[in-house]
């Protein structure tokens, strides 16, 4: 489950360039609105059976039956205290079906120890209220997102070895705040029982404050270009941002460095620097870059200020693989929707909708778990096993900024896939799609599909054009009415190309 979809509330990154820096403009969130808050993560966790269990620790109790029970790593982070929450209460059942829990707010409905269809046929005991386990805030606060609520009401096997046995998962809850894996498993027959409450998908003591990294670097022979983010939600405060680079020779020994003054960060900026080496070549160096070496910035992450040292060469040209590109097609996608549905906290709230075409073209074999967890970067906190993870870009300017990603359990994730953004991308603006392979550390990047091409074949086709030579964006019509609507649109700003076919 996590973080499938990108999930789906992350935030596009936006370029604006500004007095020789790069803003990335956020929600209109508040740093005071986070301090009364302290969270810890919510783990989620599978029995042999299906049945999940929801946890603020990541170990078990002693003798739960159906084990072993895999830990799924963190499902979101919940708030410890504080005004405004409601509590989580959990409810048990074991029988010959298996150990299983359910989850709701509501006191009365966790006292009455329901039991439904399955009593009846049965005659097993009812549920039991086991308590409050964790808590959701009751409205959604600026930095949280829902906490959706699916059920399934109990089924009996007809047919199959397991005749007779309860069907694994479906007398219980599923909780997410993925709105991905809340459409699929409305198309697997779940019934959506709204919204749970809002959680934090990082910890909300960690939300508010700066986070600096290097998202790009490039060099020649004699100069390191390298571009100096704050991605997180505060200003850097008092203390003046310096880079620096640092070069090693073979044996790992510093033989230079220089340092650069970046200045303060506001969240979402950016600031590029350049590095001379003077007449020091880089060939046969490694080198790397370290922003805020003295540590004088409090960060929610300290451990993403230094770059892989890399080894410099001097670029040559290589005859590519004529059949690479048949053995790993790059995914081919398009956007489907765009949605503006302003929230509280973020008034400007829009949500597009992608789909990958080619999704089928992908083996299911790739879309396996790797035997060992780790880190979903660039997804965010948490722990993933997916070997296949699909990550998203924005291009402004030239430039692309990481826009989020999701780790896939299979390729039908890539049929729905939305993306939150704080504001509207403009028709310039591009979406890049990577798929990820962290078994063999190989990416594939899809053909850039401009924003501002959206929704306009359903102008143009119908008025006689159609795309030339199959690219989106370029239209070749055989009608005046056409030709003039195509060129109405790009006059509007639309960065579409118009032909007119010869009479």
């Not at 599978?46 to 963190?74: F, Q, V």
Request: glycine share 10%; charged share 20%; aromatic share 10%.
């Amino acid at each position: 489950m996590k973080r499938i979809g990108l999930c789906c509330c992350l935030l596009f990154a936006f370029l604006l360039a500004s007095a020789g820096r790069t803003t990335l403009p956020s929600g209109h969130k508040t740093e005071a609105a986070f301090e009364e808050y302290k969270t810890e993560p919510l783990y989620r966790f599978r029995s042999t059976k299906g049945y999940l269990l929801y946890k603020t620790r990541d170990s078990l109790p002693a003798g739960l039956g159906n084990g072993p029970w895999k830990n799924e790593g963190m499902a979101c982070h919940v708030p410890t205290g504080g005004a405004g929450l409601k509590p989580v209460y959990q409810l048990f059942k074991s029988d010959a079906y298996g150990t299983r829990f359910n989850y709701t707010t509501n006191k009365a409905e966790a006292d009455s120890a329901k039991g439904g269809v399955l009593n009846s046929y049965s005659g097993l005991a009812n549920w039991t209220n086991q308590g409050v386990v964790f808590y959701v805030a009751a409205t959604q606060l600026a930095g949280t997102t829902p906490l959706f609520k699916l059920s399934r009401p109990p089924s009996i096997l007809a047919a199959g070895p397991d005749a007779g046995k309860l069907h694994p998962g479906w007398d219980a809850s599923f909780l997410t705040d993925d709105v991905d894996d809340k459409k699929i498993a409305l198309s697997q027959g779940w019934k959506s029982e709204g919204v749970l409450g809002y959680v934090w998908r990082m910890p909300a003591e960690a939300e508010w404050l700066p986070d600096l990294y290097v998202p790009m670097v490039s060099a020649e022979e004699f100069s390191v270009k390298a571009i100096i983010a704050n991605q997180g939600k505060a200003n850097t405060g008092g203390a003046d941002v310096y880079a620096h680079l640092l070069l090693y020779d073979a044996s790992g020994k510093p033989v230079f460095s220089d340092g650069k003054f970046v200045g303060g960060l506001s969240p979402g900026q950016t600031h590029p620097v350049t590095f001379d080496t003077g007449k020091r070549s880089l060939v046969g160096l490694r080198y790397q870059i370290k922003v805020d070496l003295s540590n004088l910035v409090r960060e929610s992450n300290e451990s993403n200020n230094l770059t892989d040292p890399a080894e410099f060469h001097r670029k040559i040209k290589i005859n590519p693989d004529p059949n690479g590109a048949t053995r790993v097609p790059p995914p081919s996608f398009v956007i489907t929707g765009v949605t503006s549905t302003p929230t509280q906290a973020q008034p400007k709230h829009t949500s597009y909708q992608l789909t990958v075409s080619n999704s089928d073209a992908y083996d299911a074999t790739w879309f396996v778990s790797l035997k060992n967890k780790l880190p979903p970067s660039p997804c965010g906190p948490g722990m993933t096993d997916a070997r296949m993870v699909l990550q998203f870009s924005v291009i402004r300017n030239g430039r692309p900024i990481n826009a989020g990603c999701k780790p896939l359990n299979g390729s039908q994730q890539m049929h729905i896939l939305t993306v939150e953004t704080a504001a509207l991308l403009s028709d310039s603006d591009g979406v890049v799609i990577t798929l990820i392979d962290r078994l063999h550390g190989t990416k594939y990047d899809s053909t850039p599909f401009t924003v501002g091409w959206f929704g306009l074949a359903k102008t143009l086709v119908p008025a006689g054009c159609k795309y030339f030579l199959g690219r989106a964006g370029s239209y070749l019509c055989t009608s005046d009415q056409g030709m003039a609507a195509c060129e109405n649109l790009r006059k509007q700003g639309k960065p579409i190309e118009c032909r007119r076919v010869a009479k």
